[in-house]
C-alpha cells in the first residue's frame, strides 16, 4: 500500500543560535503589537518590517548567494518562519514571495527573470500576489479560461482573477492562464507569467471580506499586455508549475499556528491555577499545537533532505488547519464570552478576529475537500 | 531511521505477521498463553531492547523500543512485550538485574499503593492492585514505591500475589494482584524516577502501541475501500469514503509523530511533557480512528470474523489506561498554565 512516511526531525545547533537572534529582533520591532494584531500574522503587510527582514538576510534564506539569497539550509528557513508566525509578526509584504513565488522563479523562470527578481525580494522590496483562481474556477483550477494569446513582442491577455489577495499593494503578481484552447485538455494549453499589477488593461476592483477588511480583489485584463520575457516556463508548462508552486505553498509550518495568539489568551485568561476543566482544555490544546510542531518539523527535514514530501506536506496542512479552527469553537465553548471587533478585552477581539478568519484556514491554498483528495490519492484510492 | 532500527524493524515486522495467526489471538482471548510466540520473541532479543548487551539485551535506546512497541501494538500482539520493556526500564534506573521472562508493573491504578515494608528480617510488599496487566501471565513483577520522599523500585515474583483474574475489552489479561508480605527479590532506591514511573512510562508504551494500531487500521480500512465493491465500483472512489480515510491518515500520522517524540524524550531522561502530549493526543485519534476505520469496513468490521475488531478493542482499551486523554490533558493544563502563556512558544520550540 502506498502510503507516507513521517520520520522525527532534528534541528542543528546552527538553527538554535539564528532562534536566539529572530526573537531578539521580534521582541525589539513588535515591543508595541497587540494581542489583536499579533492574531493577523500573515494578514499584516508592513513593508517596512519586510525590509528590515530582508536586511537580516532572512527573505530568500535557502536561494544561491547569486540571486541574493543566503544558501542557508531548510532547517535553518524553517526556524525564522516558525519565530516569526508564532510572535505574530506581519509578514505578508513578502511572505508570499518568499514562500512561493521566488522558489517558483529559481526552479522555471529565465535567468534575466531571477537576476531581476530574487534578489530584490530577498531584499523585502517585492510584494507579490497569485493570480490563480477566477469567478468560474476554484477548486478545479484547471478550468480557468482567462486567455493569453500572443501578438508581436508578447501575449494580449483577456478575462479575470478573483480572490487575488493583496493585488492592490503588490508589486507584482503571478497568473495562471490559458495559451492554449482544446476542451479535451484542459491541464494542457496553461501557462504562468509575471504580471505588473500597474499595467494599462488591468483593473483591480476591491473584494471585502466578512470583516469588512480589503485583501481580496477581483483584477480585470482588457487587453492587457504581457511581454514575452515575462512568460514564466514554457508555454503550456503551468500545470506543473503550479502544482509545484502549490507544494511549496503547503509545506510550512503556517498550517497550524494560526491560532497561536488566541491559545495565548486563553492561558492569560484561565491563571496559574486553572480549574479541571480549563486546565483539561488547555492541555488537549497543547497536546494538538506540540504534535503539529514535530509534524512541521518533519516535513522541514524531509524538504532539506531533499525530498519530496507532497503527501505529508498535505497530511500536516488537513491535520493543522482543522487544528487552528477549532480553537476559537473550544474557546468559545470553555468561556463563552463575546466576540466583538475592536473593544473589549484582548481575548475577545483575538477571538473575534479568529472567529471570523476561521472559515478562511481551510479555503486558502487549497480547500480542505481538495487535500484530503491529495490525501486519499497518496493511499492509493483514486 | 537508523540501521538498528532497521534491522528491529525487519525482525519484527516478519516475526509477527508470519507468527501472530488469527488461531493464536482468538486462543490468546480464550486465555491461552502464547508460549512459543514469546520464546521467538525472547530469542530474537525483542522483549529487552533497553537492556545492555552484556546483561542479555539489545543494548538499545528507547527511540529502538519504540520500533518494537509501536510494531506490537500494529499487529496486536497478545503478550505483555510492552509491560516487560517498562519493567526492564524500572529495574534498569534502580540498578537491579532483569530477569528473563514476561514482566509486568503494578501499581497501574491511579491513588493505588502496594507498600514495602521491611518485616521478618526482610523487605516485604503488602496490598492490592487491580487491573494489573498480564498479572497472571507475567514471571515477575515490578513494583514502584515511595519510601523516605524517594521512589524504590522492587522485584517479586508473580507466584508470590493471589491472582483475580480479569480481562479489558480485548480480553488481555487485567488482573487483580493481592500481596500479603510477599518476599521481595530484589529492591533500590532511585532518583533518576518519579514517583509515578509506572504510570508515566505506561502512558508512553500505550501511546506507541497504539500508534501502531492506528497504521494497522489505516491499511486495514485502505485495503478494504479498494476492494469492497459497491454501485459498480471501488467504496474507495466515493468522496465520502476518501474524505473519511484522509482524516483517518491525517490522525495515524499524528499519533506516530506524537508517540515517537516522547520516546525520544525518555532518551534525553525528561519524557513527562512529551509523554503526556502523546497520550492526551493518540488517544483521541485512537478513538476518531477506530470509528472511521469501522464505517468504512460496515457491517463486516462489526464481527469477530473480520480482523478490524483485534486492533480496535484494542485501541479503546488501551487509550483508558494509564491515564486517559482528559487526565493527561488536565495535567498538562496545569503545567503549561503554571508556566504561564510567555513561555508557551519557547517551552514548545525547545523540545
Known sequence: MPTFHFELGELPPAAETLRAEVREFLRAELHEHTPAQRARSWGGFDREFSRKMGARGWIGMTWPTRYGGHDRSALERYVVLEETLAAGAPVSAHWVADRQSGPLLLRFGTEAQRQRFLPAIARGELAFAIGMSEPDSGSDLASIRTRAERVAGGYRVNGTKVWTSNAHISDYMIALFRTQHDAAKKHEGLTQFLVDPKSPGITINPIIDLRGAHHFNMVVFEDAFVPEAMRVGEEGAGWKQVTTELAFERSGPERYLSSLALILELIREVGKVPGERAAAVVGRLVAHLATLRQMSLSVAGMLEAGQNPNLEAAVVKDVGTTFEQEVPEVVHALLGMEPTNDTGTHLQQVLGYLTQSAPSFSLRGGTREILRGIIARGLGLR | ?351
Do not use: C
Request: glycine letters at 10%; zero cysteines; a neutral charge.
Open chain 2, 1 to 351: 531511521m537508523n540501521e538498528l532500527r532497521a534491522i528491529l524493524s525487519d525482525v519484527v515486522t516478519r516475526l509477527f505477521t508470519e507468527r501472530v495467526t488469527r488461531e493464536l489471538s482468538e486462543a490468546a482471548e480464550k486465555g491461552e498463553w502464547p508460549g512459543a510466540l514469546w520464546q521467538a520473541i525472547e530469542e530474537n532479543g525483542l522483549t529487552l531492547p533497553l537492556v545492555p548487551e552484556t546483561k542479555g539485551g539489545a543494548g538499545g535506546t528507547w527511540g529502538d523500543a519504540y520500533v518494537v512497541v509501536s510494531a506490537a501494538g500494529r499487529h496486536a500482539v497478545p503478550l505483555p512485550l510492552a509491560e516487560t520493556i517498562v519493567a526492564s526500564w524500572l529495574l534498569l534506573a534502580a540498578g537491579l538485574e532483569v530477569p528473563l521472562g514476561p514482566l509486568t508493573v503494578a501499581p497501574v491504578q491511579r491513588d493505588e499503593r502496594l507498600k514495602l515494608v521491611r518485616r521478618d528480617g526482610g523487605l516485604r510488599l503488602d496490598g492490592t492492585a487491580a487491573r494489573v496487566p498480564w498479572g497472571r501471565a507475567a514471571k515477575h513483577v515490578v513494583v514502584v514505591d515511595e519510601t523516605d520522599g524517594r521512589a524504590t523500585v522492587a522485584l517479586v515474583a508473580a507466584g508470590g500475589a493471589r491472582v483475580t483474574p480479569d480481562t479489558n475489552l480485548a480480553r488481555e489479561p487485567r488482573d487483580t494482584l493481592a500481596f500479603a508480605g510477599a518476599p521481595v527479590l530484589a529492591a533500590a532506591p532511585t532518583a533518576g524516577l518519579p514517583h509515578d514511573a509506572v504510570r508515566l512510562y505506561g502512558a508512553l508504551v500505550r501511546a506507541a502501541q497504539m500508534a501502531g494500531g492506528l497504521e494497522a487500521i489505516l491499511a486495514l480500512a485502505t485495503r478494504y475501500a479498494t476492494e469492497r465493491r459497491q454501485f459498480g465500483r471501488p467504496i474507495g472512489q466515493f468522496q465520502a469514503i476518501q474524505q473519511g480515510l484522509a482524516v483517518l491518515a491525517g490522525h495515524a500520522a499524528a499519533a506516530g509523530m506524537a508517540a515517537a517524540n516522547a520516546f525520544r524524550a525518555a532518551d534525553r531522561r525528561d519524557p513527562w511533557f512529551e509523554t503526556a502530549v502523546a497520550k492526551a493526543r493518540v488517544g483521541e485519534a485512537a478513538g476518531i480512528g477506530a470509528s472511521i476505520a469501522h464505517q468504512v469496513h460496515g457491517a463486516i468490521g462489526f464481527t469477530y470474523e473480520h480482523q478490524l475488531q483485534f486492533v480496535t478493542r484494542r485501541l479503546w482499551s488501551w487509550r483508558a489506561e494509564f491515564g486517559g486523554e482528559s487526565e493527561w490533558a488536565t495535567l498538562l493544563g496545569r503545567s503549561v498554565a503554571e508556566r504561564g502563556a510567555e513561555t508557551l512558544w519557547s517551552f514548545l520550540a525547545a523540545r
